[in-house]
């Protein structure tokens, strides 16, 4: 690969969010750059720059370099030397070697970076170069299909407050691949949480479940958690499921009656709808085993078994029964 060195404004070079080759979120001199921007841009004020960055066509394209080019700007450097690279002196494969190379060898990824890596290898390397998916499969780590390509395109296009959260690691790409492009509030909401990453899965969750309830009710949700300042997923959980906490004490009661031997217990689902009982038992004899047994048929008998299938099932969640009294 022939490389002309040549002197370059870097001003001048695309350095843009857009531009094609950038997959770099931050770089030197944006607002919330990191202590190795400002470094950066030390060094290249008192050392120049000691690395030419490459540069690809007329236009030209800056293929590797863009944290280098933004260091040069913030130091006030009005000429740079750059390597500029020609179809006629490198071949496509080349080029993609070059800018995948630099991505294995710098700081780790980002999600949004990393989200950004694929959508621009594709659009800029595949569709123009006709360089194979399989390069980016490599640098991406995992297999890339169509569909998901096309999803992480659009995570692209959301405000720049939330994929400035994605890239932070407030978000994952998980939730907002969850939530859909068009659940901004959702995004935001979640976003500011602080929530760990187990309990922003299910903040998600919940939201989704939301959502389907109609907005009458996620608009309900975002009002008491926007006025009462309560936790997230204590708001959530409030509005998804209003007769939580009378169920579970309901539960409690019934599964009271059943009287069964110590060391068995029946745990209900953490949210009801949609799960199931899980009955827990230590059976160090024959005796204990036909205790639990004969206190199981007799709750089925009586139908307390049938209340606690109702009350999973959501069919007497406002109603107060005659044996729900007792």
């Given at each position: 690969m022939?490389?002309?060195?040549?002197?370059?404004?870097?001003?001048?070079?695309?350095?843009?969010r857009?531009?094609?080759?950038?997959?770099?979120?931050?770089?030197?001199?944006?607002d919330?750059?990191?202590?190795?921007?400002?470094?950066?841009?030390?060094?290249?004020?008192?050392?120049?720059?000691?690395?030419?960055?490459?540069?690809?066509?007329?236009?030209?394209?800056?293929?590797?370099?863009?944290?280098?080019?933004?260091?040069?700007?913030?130091?006030?450097?009005?000429?740079?030397?750059?390597?500029?690279?020609?179809?006629?002196?490198?071949?496509?494969?080349?080029?993609?070697?070059?800018?995948?190379?630099?991505?294995?060898?710098?700081?780790?990824?980002t999600?949004?970076?990393?989200?950004?890596?694929?959508?621009?290898?594709?659009?800029?390397?595949?569709?123009?170069?006709?360089?194979?998916?399989?390069?980016?499969?490599?640098?991406?780590?995992?297999?890339?299909?169509?569909?998901?390509?096309?999803?992480?395109?659009?995570?692209?296009?959301?405000?720049?407050?939330?994929?400035?959260?994605?890239?932070?690691?407030?978000?994952?790409?998980?939730?907002?691949?969850?939530?859909?492009?068009?659940?901004?509030?959702?995004?935001?909401?979640?976003?500011?949480?602080?929530?760990?990453?187990?309990?922003?899965?299910?903040?998600?969750?919940?939201?989704?479940?939301?959502?389907?309830?109609?907005?009458?009710?996620?608009?309900?949700?975002?009002?008491?958690?926007?006025?009462?300042?309560?936790?997230?997923?204590?708001?959530?959980?409030?509005?998804?499921?209003?007769?939580?906490?009378?169920?579970?004490e309901?539960?409690?009661?019934?599964?009271?009656e059943?009287?069964?031997?110590?060391?068995?217990?029946?745990?209900?689902?953490?949210?009801?709808?949609?799960?199931s009982?899980?009955?827990?038992?230590?059976?160090?004899?024959?005796?204990?085993?036909?205790?639990?047994?004969?206190?199981?048929?007799?709750?089925?008998?009586?139908?307390?078994?049938?209340?606690?299938?109702d009350?999973?099932?959501?069919?007497?969640?406002?109603?107060?029964?005659?044996?729900?009294?007792?």
């Amino acid at each position: 690969m022939k490389r002309i060195l040549i002197p370059v404004d870097p001003s001048k070079l695309p350095l843009g969010r857009d531009a094609a080759l950038r997959f770099r979120w931050r770089l030197p001199g944006d607002d919330g750059e990191s202590a190795s921007d400002t470094e950066l841009i030390a060094s290249v004020r008192q050392y120049g720059m000691i690395d030419p960055p490459i540069l690809y066509g007329k236009a030209p394209v800056v293929v590797l370099g863009h944290r280098r080019i933004a260091a040069a700007r913030q130091a006030g450097l009005e000429k740079i030397d750059a390597f500029i690279i020609t179809e006629e002196t490198a071949t496509r494969d080349e080029i993609a070697s070059l800018w995948l190379e630099d991505v294995r060898h710098g700081a780790a990824l980002t999600d949004l970076e990393k989200i950004t890596l694929t959508v621009k290898c594709r659009e800029f390397l595949e569709e123009n170069f006709k360089v194979s998916l399989g390069r980016l499969e490599k640098a991406a780590g995992k297999t890339l299909s169509k569909d998901y390509l096309e999803a992480t395109g659009r995570l692209l296009e959301l405000p720049e407050d939330i994929l400035d959260s994605l890239h932070d690691s407030k978000l994952s790409t998980g939730d907002l691949l969850s939530l859909g492009p068009n659940d901004i509030e959702a995004a935001r909401i979640l976003a500011g949480s602080g929530l760990n990453r187990k309990e922003q899965r299910e903040a998600v969750r919940i939201m989704l479940r939301l959502k389907d309830m109609g907005d009458d009710v996620w608009e309900s949700f975002a009002k008491d958690y926007e006025v009462r300042g309560v936790g997230l997923l204590e708001t959530l959980t409030a509005t998804a499921y209003p007769s939580l906490d009378r169920d579970l004490e309901r539960i409690g009661k019934i599964v009271k009656e059943m009287r069964l031997p110590p060391g068995a217990a029946i745990h209900s689902p953490e949210h009801l709808e949609g799960g199931s009982y899980r009955l827990a038992a230590r059976i160090r004899d024959e005796r204990t085993l036909s205790e639990l047994l004969n206190k199981l048929h007799a709750a089925l008998d009586d139908g307390k078994i049938k209340q606690l299938l109702d009350i999973l099932k959501g069919n007497q969640r406002t109603q107060r029964g005659t044996k729900q009294g007792q």
